[in-house]
């Protein structure tokens, strides 16, 4: 468990508020890793050529000022007195020479290390070398520091929170403190654990996310040359990472970010509109935006979409909310969160293998219909034109968006309070909490029905759309949708992710065939952890 003095007892909104210093990295970081691209093969000139093509080709001024070392830029063995050693090789200039390089072209150099006795390409790690290590990387200039998992003395999640401990507490006390991306969730999610179980993914989701600056939580994006670290194509494995980041919206908030990988841009197994969906869903996420690529080869579609102003805008938006679902089917996800001007955020993605149109009602998104003027002021965020909306339209209507394609809108704020509202989901199931006309509550698969999106009121009251005059209850350890206890059941929303009873103290629960019940809080539990819509208070209980 983290300590009280780390933790206390914090509340804040998804993605709105902050717990400790979150001016380290206020923002989610732009820029390049080597990684996706190139993997071991690096060199000094990688990163020469990047600076010098970012600097000329708009990446620069859009804000992608970040250039990360991946792993293998070191020898195989340490120095007589313990300490790293660039490759001579690879880096002919030395590693001082090249960040004094590119801080001059305006970027930030980074680095990468492992927690491990190992780097996952078997290179020197930091495993009882942390003190010496850091103070090698601040003497060389460099300003960020990713931190990979492989070969730690056991799998554990015990392990890992202990040797990831010694550098927060390094990096806490140090004069210069580093960046940390920190990889060590990742080893825990499903594809690289190899189980079903999640709690350990969580645990260290929640450790993670209190010490560094930004966590990868799952398994890396499809790499070059095909099928290494890959599942299927580009767009699986980009979609694989989508379907994780989604479970973990609790956990961003100012000063730390959750990261579902590079934006591999360049790979050729992605249509454009693939690539643009992949762009416009981590800006949606306010997630980092690493490219990983040929940077002076990259074609001018992909300069394109990769500076587009009005997706970084809501990428780097001062709330850095990660948008959530507010409703998803197998064809289509809806996505939303607010910005920090009062605007809202809207994207569309079809998942399905041809074009279509969808409608999104306001109250999906969040906006009341009686208490919006004439007309909505909205954004398209692809063409960057901006057009009224009549209230009397019933919501936005997305029209022929391509498959694999994404809609983003803009919508300018209006009279209307913002309900936190869309889909209530288990994060290991994936199956929707789901309102039925009987007033019966249970898990089913998604599919964007008016009985599985809700609204989850400031005073911890839910209820779904289909019957918005019944909240939900826990009715003797069965949840169900009713209108006579409105006004005396109310849920709160733990950082843990549960959702708890506030008089019964009971947590929500996925039980056996689907039934929701209301059951003993257990430690972060499959069957117990749930996501919610971006907005709703999230609670960090004493430790």
Not at 107 to 129: E, R
Not at 488 to 496: A, I, N
Request: hydrophobic share 35%; charged share 20%.
């Amino acid at each position: 468990m983290m300590s009280a003095a780390v933790l206390g007892a914090v509340a804040w909104l998804v993605g709105t508020a902050t717990a400790g210093d979150d001016t380290l990295l206020p923002l989610p970081p732009m820029g390049f890793n080597n990684w996706a691209r190139f993997m071991t093969n690096i060199n000094e000139s990688i990163f020469i050529d990047a600076a010098d093509a970012m600097s000329k080709n708009g990446l620069l001024a859009a804000g992608y000022n970040r250039l990360n070392l991946d792993d293998a830029w070191s020898t195989k063995q340490r120095a007589d007195n313990g300490s790293m050693v660039w490759d001579p090789v690879k880096f002919p200039s030395g590693l001082p020479w090249l960040t004094d390089y590119l801080k001059s072209k305006g970027f930030i150099p980074g680095i990468y290390t492992n927690a491990g006795n190992l780097s996952c390409g078997g290179y020197p790690g930091a495993l009882d070398h942390e003190a010496i290590d850091l103070e090698t990387f601040t003497r060389w200039g460099f300003k960020y520091l990713k931190m990979d998992g492989c070969h730690l003395p056991d799998k554990s999640e015990a392990t890992y929170h202990e040797v990831y401990g010694r550098w927060y507490k390094l990096l806490a006390e140090a004069e210069e403190p580093l960046i940390l991306s920190d990889s060590a969730p990742a080893y825990f999610s499903g594809q690289i654990a190899g189980t079903n179980n999640m709690t350990d993914w969580y645990k260290a989701m929640g450790w993670a996310s209190a010490f560094g600056q930004l966590a990868r939580h799952s398994a890396d994006i499809l790499v070059y040359p095909d099928g290494i670290f890959g599942r299927g194509s580009s767009w699986d494995s980009m979609m694989y990472n989508y379907g994780q980041e989604v479970r973990l919206a609790r956990y961003q908030r100012p000063g730390y970010f959750n990261d579902p990988d590079f934006i591999n841009a360049d790979h050729p197994s992605y249509t454009l509109e693939e690539k643009k969906s992949h762009f416009a869903l981590w800006c949606s996420f306010s997630a980092p935006l690493i490219i990983s690529a040929n940077i002076p080869t990259l074609s001018q579609d992909d300069i394109k979409y990769l500076t587009n102003n009005d997706l970084i805008a809501i990428d780097q938006d001062g709330l850095i909310q990660q948008a959530t679902l507010a409703s998803s089917s197998d064809t289509w996800d809806v996505l939303t969160k607010n910005l920090e001007n009062g605007d809202r955020l809207l994207t569309i993605l079809n998942k399905g293998s041809t074009a279509g149109n969808l409608s999104v009602p306001w109250q999906r998104i969040g906006l009341s219909a009686k208490d919006l003027s004439d007309d909505v002021s909205i954004k398209n965020l692809w063409t960057g034109e901006w057009s009224n909306v009549s209230v009397n339209n019933g919501g936005i209507n997305a029209t022929a968006i391509p498959s694999h394609g994404t809609a983003v809108f803009r919508i300018a704020q209006t009279a209307s309070d913002v309900t936190p509202t869309g889909i209530i989901f288990n994060t290991d199931s994936t199956n929707c909490l789901t309102d039925n006309v009987s007033g019966r509550v249970t898990f089913g698969k998604c599919d964007g029905s008016d009985g599985q999106i809700w609204n989850v009121w400031p005073d911890g009251q839910i209820n779904s759309l289909l019957r918005p005059h019944n909240c939900i209850v826990d009715a003797q350890g069965v949840i169900q949708s009713q209108e006579s206890s409105s006004h005396t059941d109310t849920w709160r929303y733990e950082m843990s992710g549960n959702l708890i009873n506030s008089d019964s103290g009971l947590c929500l629960t996925e039980g056996v065939n689907g039934i929701a019940t209301a059951s003993k809080c257990g430690d972060e539990l499959n069957e117990q952890v749930v996501g919610l819509p971006v907005g709703v208070n999230v609670v960090e209980p004493d430790s």
